[in-house]
């Protein structure tokens, strides 16, 4: 049973471009959660999604980020006109279901750099 | 706002002594997790605690949480330098919105 699978695991980009970060979670598993951790600092919850559903986006910035899980293929976190200070880490982790102490597998993360 | 506050932030020890992790929050927590990070990698889940007073062990790592389940702590018995690495507490987010609230981590540094 594969893991969560991330791409690219890295990613490099300009300042003003769209960068694209896709998840796809675990088989059986249709929750899926995005967190960033920036540089000396722990992870942070940004959005959590179910197939074509936002169901918390309480940690996502107000503007330039989005997020989506379509019905079919993987959840992608599009982050548009990226400065400096978004290049930090950012891992997606999958649950089977939303049940109390339900369980989050994390992918390996995308490292974005912003040049 | 739910906050874990881990402590502490860094450790460095000789291989075979013992240490312990703490993870503390004013708030309660229906679960806690630990989980450990290996650089350039995602964090890996170790264990789940759900009940007060509940204690696990896995294999040289003993985790407990605090009886009001608003604290954790995680004991490693004869550190090897396999184990060297982050080690980070969450707990999910009041209103059962599935949620991770992740503590700071505390690095681990385990010298031959």
């Known amino acids: 049973n594969a893991g969560v699978m991330q791409n690219p695991r890295h990613l490099v980009r300009r300042r003003g471009q769209e960068a694209r970060l896709r998840c796809s979670p675990m088989?059986?598993?249709?929750?899926v959660y995005w967190y960033r951790q920036l540089p000396e600092e722990g992870l942070k919850f940004m959005v959590y999604?179910?197939?074509?559903?936002?169901?918390?986006e309480s940690g996502m910035p107000k503007e330039r980020f989005s997020a989506e899980f379509p019905k079919e293929g993987p959840s992608i976190l599009r982050i548009q006109q990226v400065v400096r200070g978004d290049s930090a880490a950012y891992f997606c982790?999958?649950?089977?279901?939303?049940?109390?102490?339900?369980?989050?597998?994390f992918g390996p993360g995308t490292r974005l750099t912003v040049t | 706002t739910q906050l874990l506050e881990q402590s502490p932030q860094f450790l460095s020890i000789q291989e075979g002594e013992n240490l312990t992790v703490y993870c503390n929050s004013s708030s309660v927590f229906s679960s806690l997790q630990w989980y450990r990070q290996e650089p350039g990698e995602g964090p890996v889940l170790l264990v789940t605690?759900?009940?007060?007073?509940e204690v696990k062990k896995l294999k040289r790592l003993t985790f407990q949480f605090g009886d009001a389940r608003k604290d954790s702590s995680l004991h490693i018995t004869a550190a090897q330098p396999g184990d060297t690495g982050l080690y980070l507490c969450a707990g999910h987010g009041s209103g059962n919105t599935g949620k991770l609230i992740f503590g700071q981590g505390t690095t681990l540094q385990v010298k031959p």
């Open positions: 088989k059986g598993h249709s929750h």
């Open positions: 999604l179910q197939k074509e559903n936002i169901i918390d």
């Open positions: 982790a999958s649950s089977p279901s939303l049940v109390p102490g339900q369980e989050q597998y």
């Open positions: 605690v759900v009940t007060g007073g």
